[in-house]
């Protein structure tokens, strides 16, 4: 793979704070300032908080305020997917094709046998200019007041204020393939606002060995937001200082401006009691009233019940005294709501853009009015999505508290999804209408184990293992019969992800892959369909004679089998050093990447491995072909790790398992070693600690993709996000990067 563009850089960063002593107040501030891995991508945060508390007889006041600024420079996004990513650009970018040509331009793919792929430096040069701006202010200011002991009251307001914008340019490409010869610049603007009211009421009570604690609650939020993005293109000048959206800048015609925006509102009243008897027994019951402006009026409001149970089998006279110093049964069932879709999604919505709902309604072609068309479907029969759980727990403390078990078993049936099935046959290219879709059950168990000691006086250590397991399958979709609905995203005309009833959610989808044809005999039942020796043998599921999409089957999933983490310390006097270790068992890894770089077959880069380990035919025919069918010869290595090299073969690309990888893996996520400096050192510091840490050392995984971790990608469809949608798909994006970084903090 040609690294054009990459770089290793340092990272600075300041979190310098001050306490006050007096009346309980901190002011830390923090900055970063870090150049990307990729050229000429540099990002800078900075942010200060307060937090201050006042006592005042009963009453109690306080603030937690912060305030943020993120700039992004640079027009090559870490987030960006595929072929808009750096590592896609580089990994499809052939090896022959220099950075610069012969006349110091910039070169790409603008030549006989070769693809339209952009130079990944180009790119990034050309946007080094575009800058995204986010700006916050977040926090509550609070007051309590304690009426008597047994009664006390409390009021919180929080809110989450913020601004956006972005700028960005796209440039010509004249030395590609496919010129883009239209220079353009967009830019978008956000903003939004957020705020939550609660209110409670605390009482407390306890009479000889029962322990009864009652909290009463009322509960509004409201945000809005509004987002507006304008472009232009043919820019008359390239300057940085010349890139607005003016009609003396850029021709008028090309000129476009959008907005649009929404708001919601929530308010909840609730309540919450909790009883226990000599601290051996426990119950607890919690109901919630919640109703959302993002639902119709007969479908506003929803009831939210929980009630737990808890008994501390060691308090009972019956169990053993010894080995177990604590253990305690818990059982829990509750219902959880979610309301967490686009405002306004109940109403349909309308809307136009010239070239699209403009036309000529005067009946010449000088004489374009406005139109409009629909551009979202709504459904008033939208209600709550809820999620019931039950789950069994058991917590233990061992050898003298030194040793700690905990464990959970749980599962949770969510009923009437909030889901974009991406149904077809939606009117014109209007969205199609949010939907209460199907059920879906998850089951399984966490778990974590813990010890911790001293060897000798000076030298304390710890460990603590975590481990999860689940199972998540679809029991129904809706109530027509509908076995199944693909995900919303389509790779070069293929679709990987299947949700399927009795499967999980979006599992992979595709023809069953079975080695490769050995012989034209092998492949004869199959020739029309595209088979030849040394492609890619597929299962003939359904036993019609053809390979196509009817043989396609679920393929792999991406939801693991095991999830575990280890953590260990071990602290002697003034040094410490911890570890934490993360590992996934059992997740299939889609290789989308395989398109280009085993598929495309030379006209973008390939595999350093391919020419030596595809598929080789040498020999004479298959005994009993005949003249039927030519005659290539027969396949000598059947173990290969690649298909054979024909540049025709469209067959062997079809989304199969052959995609499918194992994505387990270990990583050393974090390796600290740290010492804290004694106060006789530097005076004035109470306290002050220099460390060493290492990030993502090493990993142990049979991937063939630059990373196993791959990073949840928030695709959005008419339903908002449906990330479970693209789960565990590598289109190439960045790795995890390797960080060392050394430090020192401080009190004073």
């Known amino acids: 793979m040609v690294e054009v563009?990459?770089?290793?850089?340092?990272?600075?960063?300041?979190?310098?704070?001050?306490?006050?002593?007096?009346?309980?107040q901190r002011l830390p501030r923090n900055f970063l300032d870090q150049e990307g891995t990729a050229a000429f991508n540099r990002l800078q945060r900075g942010g200060v908080r307060v937090n201050t508390t006042f006592n005042v007889g009963r009453t109690q006041i306080g603030e937690n305020v912060s305030?943020?600024?993120e700039q992004?420079?640079?027009?090559?996004?870490?987030?960006?997917?595929?072929?808009?990513?750096?590592?896609?650009?580089?990994i499809m970018q052939q090896p022959v094709v220099p950075v610069h040509d012969v006349a110091g331009y910039f070169a790409s793919g603008k030549a006989v046998g070769l693809s339209n792929l952009t130079n990944p430096l180009k790119i990034a040069d050309a946007g080094k200019n575009d800058r995204a701006t986010n700006d916050r202010i977040f926090g509550n200011v609070f007051a309590g007041y304690d009426a008597t002991r047994a009664l006390s009251l409390k009021t919180r307001f929080g809110?989450?204020?913020?601004?956006?914008?972005?700028?960005?340019?796209?440039?010509?490409?004249?030395?590609?393939?496919?010129?883009?010869?239209?220079?353009?610049?967009?830019?978008?603007?956000?903003?939004?606002?957020?705020?939550?009211?609660?209110?409670?009421?605390?009482?407390?009570?306890?009479?000889?060995?029962?322990?009864?604690?009652v909290l009463l609650g009322q509960e509004?939020?409201?945000?809005?937001?509004?987002?507006?993005?304008?472009?232009?293109?043919?820019?008359?000048?390239?300057?940085?200082?010349?890139?607005?959206?003016?009609?003396?800048?850029?021709?008028?015609?090309?000129?476009?401006?959008?907005?649009?925006?929404?708001?919601?509102?929530?308010?909840?009243?609730f309540g919450k009691a909790d009883y226990n008897y000599g601290e051996r027994y426990y119950l607890s019951f919690?109901?919630?009233?919640?109703?959302?402006?993002?639902?119709?009026?007969?479908?506003?409001?929803?009831?939210?019940?929980?009630?737990?149970?808890?008994?501390?089998?060691?308090?009972?006279?019956?169990?053993?005294?010894?080995?177990?110093?604590?253990?305690?049964?818990?059982?829990?069932?509750?219902?959880?709501?979610?309301?967490?879709?686009?405002?306004?999604?109940?109403?349909?919505?309308?809307?136009?853009?010239?070239?699209?709902?403009?036309?000529?309604?005067?009946?010449?072609?000088?004489?374009?009015?406005?139109g409009f068309k629909q551009t979202a479907i709504g459904n008033t029969h939208l209600k709550w999505e809820e999620q019931r759980s039950a789950n069994v727990g058991l917590d233990l403390e061992f050898l003298e508290g030194?040793?700690?078990?905990?464990?959970?078993?749980?599962?949770?049936?969510?009923?009437?999804?909030?889901?974009?099935?991406?149904?077809p046959a939606t009117a014109s290219s209007a969205s199609p209408p949010i939907i209460n879709i199907g059920k879906m059950r998850n089951t399984g168990i966490d778990f974590s184990v813990g010890y911790h000691n001293t060897i000798g006086t000076g030298t304390l250590w710890s460990v603590t293992f975590n481990g999860s397991h689940y199972r998540n399958k679809i029991l129904q979709i809706d109530d027509l019969g509908t076995q199944s609905f693909t995900g919303p995203?389509?790779?070069?005309?293929?679709?990987?992800?299947?949700?399927?009833?009795?499967?999980?959610?979006?599992?992979?989808?595709?023809?069953?892959?079975?080695?490769?044809?050995?012989?034209?005999?092998?492949?004869?039942?199959?020739?029309?369909?595209?088979?030849?020796?040394?492609?890619?043998?597929?299962?003939?599921?359904?036993?019609?004679?053809?390979?196509?999409?009817e043989d396609r089957t679920i393929i792999g999933s991406p939801h693991p089998d095991f999830t575990g983490g280890l953590d260990l310390a071990v602290r002697r006097g003034a040094w410490e050093v911890s570890a934490t270790v993360f590992a996934t068992h059992g997740n299939k890894i889609f290789n989308a990447q395989k398109y280009w770089y085993v598929f495309r077959y030379f006209d973008t880069n390939v595999r350093s491995d391919l020419v030596a380990n595809s598929v080789v035919l040498s020999g004479p025919c298959a005994p009993g072909a005949g003249n039927s069918y030519p005659c290539p010869g027969v396949v000598t290595n059947p173990d290969a790790k690649y298909p054979r090299i024909d540049v025709s073969d469209v067959f062997s690309r079809q989304f199969s398992s052959y995609w499918v990888e194992d994505g387990s893996y270990v990583r050393l996520r974090t390796l600290q070693v740290s010492y804290n400096l004694p106060p006789a050192i530097v005076r004035w510091i109470p306290a002050a600690r220099v460390y060493l840490q290492a990030e993502n050392l090493f990993t142990i995984t049979g991937y063939s993709g630059l990373d196993p971790a791959l990073p949840t990608w928030s695709t959005f469809g008419a339903a908002g996000d449906t990330r479970d949608q693209f789960r565990g798909v590598d289109e190439g994006s960045y790795p995890t990067n390797r960080t060392i970084t050394i430090g020192i903090t401080t009190t004073f």
């Open 5 to 24: 563009g990459l770089r290793l850089r340092p990272v600075p960063r300041r979190e310098p704070g001050a306490l006050g002593r007096q009346r309980r």
């Open 286 to 370: 919690t109901v919630r009233r919640d109703g959302s402006s993002r639902f119709a009026t007969e479908n506003r409001w929803g009831t939210f019940p929980a009630v737990g149970a808890g008994w501390r089998l060691s308090r009972e006279s019956f169990f053993p005294k010894g080995t177990f110093s604590n253990a305690m049964l818990r059982f829990g069932y509750g219902v959880t709501g979610n309301q967490q879709i686009p405002s306004g999604r109940i109403v349909s919505q309308f809307g136009g853009d010239r070239g699209d709902t403009f036309y000529d309604i005067g009946g010449t072609s000088t004489t374009i009015r406005p």
């Open 489 to 549: 995203v389509t790779l070069r005309e293929q679709n990987p992800v299947i949700n399927m009833i009795g499967s999980p959610i979006g599992a992979f989808y595709g023809l069953l892959a079975d080695g490769y044809y050995r012989d034209s005999l092998d492949a004869a039942p199959f020739w029309a369909d595209g088979a030849r020796p040394g492609r890619i043998k597929f299962r003939d599921l359904n036993g019609d004679g053809t390979i196509s999409g």
């Open 67 to 69: 305030v943020s600024r």
């Open 220 to 269: 509004a939020s409201r945000n809005t937001n509004r987002f507006e993005a304008g472009s232009c293109a043919k820019l008359l000048n390239t300057a940085v200082d010349s890139r607005y959206i003016q009609d003396a800048l850029c021709d008028p015609t090309t000129k476009n401006v959008t907005s649009s925006g929404g708001r919601s509102a929530l308010l909840s009243v």
């Open 402 to 423: 030194r040793g700690t078990f905990s464990a959970d078993f749980y599962r949770r049936n969510t009923n009437n999804l909030l889901f974009d099935p991406r149904t």
């Open 72 to 90: 992004h420079y640079g027009g090559l996004d870490d987030d960006a997917i595929g072929e808009n990513n750096i590592i896609g650009k580089n």
């Open 159 to 213: 809110f989450n204020l913020g601004q956006g914008s972005f700028h960005g340019y796209n440039p010509t490409t004249p030395e590609n393939s496919e010129v883009t010869d239209v220079n353009g610049i967009n830019e978008n603007y956000n903003l939004f606002t957020e705020w939550t009211w609660s209110n409670t009421l605390n009482w407390t009570r306890t009479v000889s060995q029962h322990n009864l604690a």
